[in-house]
């Protein structure tokens, strides 16, 4: 009689600590196996046998940034470029309105029709009568590419080819930049829509595929126009037109 009250006993325990064990787990989670199917272990069944692999389950992440109540991680905060390396000059992404065309009152002797760029303030004059100017805003020499002349357009030509120069070839390719033998012209061209070309110099008035340059120092000794307004010059001057780089 005893000996069945200890069993009776035993399997109620036994019993108990299953129910404790489901409430402990609303769904038994599945049994996560190796998805490497040639592992050791399997390879014990001889290849007859293949059992199933489950995924790895996964589980949503809560935090103060997932699904929290602060809703998702913020990104990254964009430093400008002087925060991340104060030598390189900041270049502003969008024009300026001071850069757009406009008819200003200039005082100068120079003849009407003179071209005078003015590389400290990125402007180029087109000089009227009456004491006016054309003014254009334009991207300049960036430093170490800085000149002044005085020269004359000696050829124009719509969507130039681009062929780099021989000292920007190798320059560009010490810093891992491999420019192109030849660019044909068009609207990828760096050149852009027209180019007026300065004497016998490899410097060039011409248009750009980034407008947002004007009013920068960012070229190699070109002076550069925005496509628009390069049109726009290109229709005013002549071969043989002054051109004063101060």
Not at 5 to 11: D, E, H, R
Not at 57 to 78: D, E, I, K, M
Not at 236 to 244: A, C, E, L, N, P
Request: net charge positive.
């Amino acid at each position: 009689m005893m000996k069945s009250l200890l069993l009776a006993a035993a399997m109620l325990g036994v019993f108990s600590t299953a129910a404790l064990g489901d409430d402990r787990y609303a769904t038994r989670p599945p049994v996560v196996l190796s998805p490497d199917l040639a592992a050791p272990w399997i390879m014990q069944f001889g290849g007859k046998v293949r059992p199933v692999v489950y995924k790895q389950p996964v589980f949503p992440q809560r935090g103060l940034f997932t699904s929290g109540v602060f809703g998702r991680a913020p990104a990254a905060v964009a430093q400008p470029v002087s925060a991340i390396n104060p030598g390189v000059p900041v270049v502003r992404r969008q024009l300026e309105p001071q850069f757009l065309p406009q008819i200003v009152t200039y005082d100068t002797t120079e003849r009407p029709g003179t071209i005078v760029i003015d590389t400290n303030s990125r402007f180029l004059y087109l000089v009227m009568d009456g004491g006016k100017a054309r003014r254009y805003g334009v991207g300049v020499g960036k430093p170490g590419f800085e000149w002044a002349g005085v020269h004359k357009i000696t050829r124009k030509s719509e969507w130039p080819d681009w062929t780099p120069p021989a000292e920007m070839v190798g320059r560009e390719a010490a810093k891992g930049h491999y420019l192109p033998a030849r660019m044909d012209g068009g609207p990828e061209n760096p050149l852009g829509a027209r180019a007026m070309y300065l004497g016998s110099t490899l410097y060039r008035i011409h248009g750009t595929n980034a407008p947002w340059t004007i009013g920068n120092a960012v070229s190699s000794g070109c002076i550069r126009l925005r496509n628009e307004d390069v049109v726009d010059l290109y229709e005013r001057v002549k071969v043989g037109t002054r051109v004063i780089v101060m």
